[in-house]
């Protein structure tokens, strides 16, 4: 049974960074996709980005590009999001989640992680 | 920008049915994909490629399709399933993207 567990909330100054892990417990680490979701309070799932660990690849939502690097480490079985010139709207939790892949250029999220607060904030 | 459009917000009482629409003009190309998010927690697939049903979902939820909408049924709602439900699919691209979320009231 797949598990994602996520580093902890985080309080960041506006024009920071912020790096979330997100580590995977059962299954190949090397064969999955992992995706990252944010989530707005009071708003809905926002897609940001993934990666095949495996290829190293990563891909992101154009909202995103430039702002935002996904990277994994094979090693730990853990993936990263990295967010930076972090401004108020940031303020979100952000998930990671195991994507399986339907062969159409698409595939659902199970499971996901927990989620970690990230809260923008002078 | 390809979008997912979901209503905001729908009730019933108890034991009807709840159908909730998602549209998009890619959906009669790609699978679409639902998920039950409760307050303070994270989202949990409830319906994959149109409507299969992952182990341990109950029967009562379904998924169907028809041309630009699919539609997510629980028969039978239950106070437990009020929860806000996305809808997710994909552009030609890969490019992921979720509906709005839908708010369901059980009243």
């Known amino acids: 049974q797949v598990q994602l567990v996520q580093s902890g909330a985080e309080v960041k100054k506006p024009g920071s960074s912020v790096k979330v892990s997100c580590k995977a417990s059962?299954?190949?680490?090397?064969?999955?996709?992992i995706s990252w979701v944010r989530q707005a309070p009071g708003q809905g799932l926002e897609w940001m980005g993934r990666?095949?660990?495996?290829?190293?690849?990563?891909n992101y939502a154009q909202k995103f590009q430039g702002r935002v690097t996904i990277t994994a480490d094979k090693s730990t079985s853990t993936a990263y999001m990295e967010l930076s010139s972090l401004r108020s709207e940031d303020t979100a939790v952000y998930y990671c989640?195991?994507?399986?892949?339907?062969?159409?250029?698409?595939?659902?999220?199970?499971?996901w992680g927990q989620g970690t607060l990230v809260t923008v904030s002078s | 920008s390809y979008e997912l459009t979901q209503p905001p917000s729908v009730s019933v009482s108890p034991g009807q049915t709840a159908r909730i629409t998602c549209s998009g003009d890619?959906?009669?190309?790609?699978?679409a994909y639902w998920y039950q998010q409760k307050p303070g927690q994270a989202p949990v697939l409830v319906i994959y490629?149109?409507?299969e049903r992952p182990s341990g979902i109950p029967e009562r939820f379904s998924g169907s399709s028809s041309g630009t909408t699919v539609t997510l049924t629980i028969s039978g709602v239950q106070a437990e399933d009020e929860a806000d439900y996305y809808c997710?699919?994909?552009?030609?691209?890969?490019?992921?993207?979720f509906g709005g979320g839908t708010k369901l009231t059980v009243l």
């Open positions: 990666i095949i660990p495996i290829l190293g690849i990563a």
């Open positions: 890619a959906l009669p190309k790609q699978y």
């Open positions: 490629k149109d409507s």
């Open positions: 997710q699919s994909a552009d030609s691209s890969g490019t992921y993207m």
């Open positions: 059962g299954g190949t680490f090397s064969s999955y996709t």
């Open positions: 989640a195991r994507v399986i892949r339907d062969g159409y250029n698409n595939g659902w999220f199970d499971p």
